[in-house]
């Protein structure tokens, strides 16, 4: 028969319940808390189908066993075009979110979100300048920089470019296929920091067709060269609309076609002066400034100008011999260069990516999982999406009930580690649920990693001799031991049950007890 008390029943000693009975806790809804709750108060929460207790400090009410599942999944799958798909494969699988050049990546973890932004400027393109003097048997030079492409080296000698099939790229070395003569005038240019987006498009001429295609939409004629069996085009000779460059008059039948397109310069970044020789005239005013003649190409008649030729000093560019009467004079220079808009053409619909185009805001949805739909994109900002399945919601995630199992929990709270016996045992709480060992000597435990609300359970083996097991500081600090009921008891393989409780991180709890 049941016994109710209208009243707090207050034990001094232990309560003792035989095997197969049962104890019902206090339960009710998260509205139903205790107005005045005192620490260590423990009650069944049916808002939230859990245990938990009251621990005095933020949370001051805590899930007690069965709080904390991870998530299987942060995302599923992430298909990203002309590249391997990025696949959640297990359970702690993690998204590895990676700067790259002129991007930078912030994270806040308190809004859970990342944000991608772009360092690029001003002057960031770089042009390496090498020269050398032919002897008539080398052919490898070197350059300063490792070259990503050929697209990205313009070789001339004498002043004349070369075609691209007249060499080859290995590291730092432009092999020749044939030496150049004693005493060439060698001129390797290197835009280093243009890697892929330098294009490179090779036609035949046929004495008729006026129009060819570059490989990349082209915003305007400046950030071109065209050459014609090596030999520079002025811009009077030829058009650019979209994808095409027109000439004036056909090539001959037989002309090699090499069209060198600089997309990631925008079109305000490269400057075009024109001028015609006098043959007394050095003196030439430019549109800009320069600040490094490396970032200047000149072409007298066509034919490029090795830069020991002249000088440039602000916006006056010097001859060291006055061009010819009647000599057309073209000077290009790279002023302010920046990623140039529209280098992301579109964005085409799959995979997940909506919107966008070549301005507006970017969808990414990823594939559907258990954890739920994973990240969206928005105004260049990565945000969590609405998950469903085991956990729910978009910036606060619910885990649902009844999915957090056994297998989800971390070792602290499933795993057993046995302890080797000595005068003081260091003991990091968070490593296992049990601990085991056999005492050897007199035992004292300094605990690591101690929260509050945690238990732990030990399993000593007594040694025989009458040792003692003390229970020492607490996260390297003092700790008050409460003792609830029980004896160590050290007879040889008599096996004693500690059951540490922390009420706070210097208070616990504790019972000790035997087989009966």
Sequence with gaps: MATKFKSSVEIDGYLSLTSGNWIQVPDGTTAQRPGSPAVGMFR???????????????????????????????FKTIAVSGQSSIVADSATDTLNVAAGSNVTVTTDAATDTLTIGSTAGGNVVTIERNNYTANGSTTAFGVSSTIDSENNIQVYLDGVYQDKDTFTIAGTTVTLGTAPPNTTEVEIMHFVSVSGVVALNKYTGDGSTTTFTS??????????????DGVYQSKDNYGTT???????????????????????????????????????????????????ENLTFVFIQGVYQDKSTYTVSGTTLTFATAPQNTYTIEVMVVTDVSIEGGDITEVIAGDGLTGGGTSGAVSLALDSSAAGTGLGFSSGVINLTTHTGDVTGTTALTIANDVVTNSKLGVEYTASSALTSAATIAVDT???????????????????????????????????????????????????????????????GTKNLVQIKWIAVNEAWYTISQPA
Aim: one cysteine or more.
């Design 215 to 228: 490989s990349l939409s082209i915003t305007n004629e400046n950030a071109t060269q065209i050459y014609l």
């Design 430 to 492: 968070d490593t296992a649920d049990i601990f085991t060992y056999t005492s050897g000597v007199n035992n004292t435990l300094n605990f690591t990693d101690v929260v509050i609300g945690a238990m732990k359970n030990f399993v000593i083996t007594g040694g025989g001799s009458s040792y003692t097991v003390t229970l020492g500081t607490s996260n390297g600090a003092s700790c008050t031991y409460n003792k609830i009921s029980g004896d160590y008891d050290d007879t040889s």
């Design 44 to 74: 069944y929460n049916t808002t939230t189908d859990e245990f938990e207790g009251y621990f005095g400090s933020t949370p001051a009410w805590g899930a007690i066993g069965g709080g904390g599942g991870t998530v299987t999944e942060a």
């Design 242 to 292: 979209g994808n095409n460059v027109t000439f004036v008059t056909a090539p001959p039948t037989g002309t090699a076609v090499e069209i060198v397109h600089m997309k990631v310069i925008a079109a305000s970044g490269l400057n075009a002066n024109n001028f015609t020789g006098t043959g007394s005239q050095t003196d030439f005013t430019l549109s800009t400034t320069v600040n490094d």
